[in-house]
């Protein structure tokens, strides 16, 4: 398969704080590449890079083999930057007019249209839509000029179960027909639904790269709580990855297989009372594979937001 883009041993510093470090990634043409990460993993760093907007602090970027910084080779790539901002006063249609024209080649505006739901809105003002639409147009853009990669940064954020639905199955389309896209996401539930290869990010670090079944197994825990005066036994049964005292006097386990785990409980003889099973959130699944990468705390990572440029 050909790299579209890559970064080899990328670092980005922010002052004091290391945003990217030592980042080594291929993107392959053809792929929904996810990339998922907490708050301030240094997705939008990443995405930021690729589009030639900012610099590594030591490393290389690589897109279509040339600079990001070029023009030439910007002209190939779509992007949806978490935030945008449309000419309240212009028509949907227009909008689409007006970004396509920046392109050699572009998608038709109907085409364009029926492919992200936006045909009925073509004659509205963007200033009219609902926060999905306005989504769903940003993202569209994105796709107008044909592009060979396409780069959204938290695509469905904000969105309506609905809207995000909606906005999968548009997504999903455009791979069949041929593009390539980089996603990032705070959710699994999305990663889960566009993509076939998963780069999980934790303070500046990539710290899984593999292909969906393979991170979906890392990441797809559950939790079990418990009362007993033996958490240490517990603990070191087979399956549990990682076990914390809740405060209330319950310990928290994690493990992958729980059915495994409570067998074992049982067959082990240790008393235990009050047992509850439920799903880890994707942050607690985090914390268990960034264990061993640790680089700043997130609370480092939230308190830095506030000195962004
Ligand atoms: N312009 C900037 N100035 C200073 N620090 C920055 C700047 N941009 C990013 N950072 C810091 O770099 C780190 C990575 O941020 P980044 O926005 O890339 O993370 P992210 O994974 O995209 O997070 P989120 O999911 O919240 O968008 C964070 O600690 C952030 O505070």
């Known amino acids: 398969m050909t790299a579209l883009a890559s ?3 990328v670092s980005r510093r ?4 290391l945003a990217l470090d030592d980042v080594t990634l291929d993107i392959e043409s053809g792929s929904i590449l996810g990339l998922l990460g907490p708050n301030g993993a240094g997705k939008t760093t990443l995405i930021s890079l690729l589009e030639g907007l900012r610099s590594p602090s030591s490393g290389t970027v690589r897109l279509f083999g040339g600079s990001p910084g070029d023009h030439r080779n910007r002209v190939g790539l779509g992007s949806t930057p978490q935030e945008t901002a449309l000419p309240e006063t212009l028509r949907v249609g227009e909008v689409i007019d007006f970004v396509g024209r920046h392109f050699p080649e572009r998608m038709a505006t109907a085409e364009l249209a029926g492919e992200f739901g936006l045909t009925e809105l ?7 839509l609902s926060g999905g639409q306005k989504r769903r147009l940003s993202v569209a853009l994105a796709f107008v000029g044909k592009p060979r990669l396409v780069l959204l940064d938290e695509p469905t954020t904000g969105l309506d179960v609905d809207a995000r639905r909606t906005l999968w199955d548009a997504l999903r389309r455009q791979h069949e027909a041929g593009a390539t896209v980089v996603v990032t996401s705070h959710y699994l539930e999305e990663i889960e639904a566009l993509a076939q290869r998963v780069v999980v990010m934790a303070h500046g ?3 899984a790269d593999d292909a969906l079944p393979a991170v979906l197994a890392r990441v797809a825990l559950r939790r079990v709580r418990l009362v007993s005066s033996e958490v240490e036994r517990i603990a070191s049964l087979d399956g549990v990855v990682r076990h914390e005292a809740s405060g209330d006097g319950t310990t928290t386990f994690y493990a992958q297989d729980s ?16 047992l509850a099973v439920r799903g880890a959130t994707l ?4 914390l268990t594979l960034t264990e061993d990468a640790p ?3 997130p609370e480092d990572a939230s308190e830095a937001e506030g000195a962004r440029s």
């Open 283 to 286: 942050e607690e699944a985090f």
């Open 122 to 128: 073509l004659r509205r003002q963007t200033g009219s």
């Open 205 to 207: 670090r990539v710290i």
């Open 14 to 17: 922010f002052g004091d704080q």
């Open 259 to 274: 059915d495994r785990l409570i067998v074992e409980l049982v067959r082990s003889g240790i008393p235990f009372s009050d």
């Open 7 to 9: 970064l080899t041993n």
């Open 295 to 297: 680089a700043g705390s």
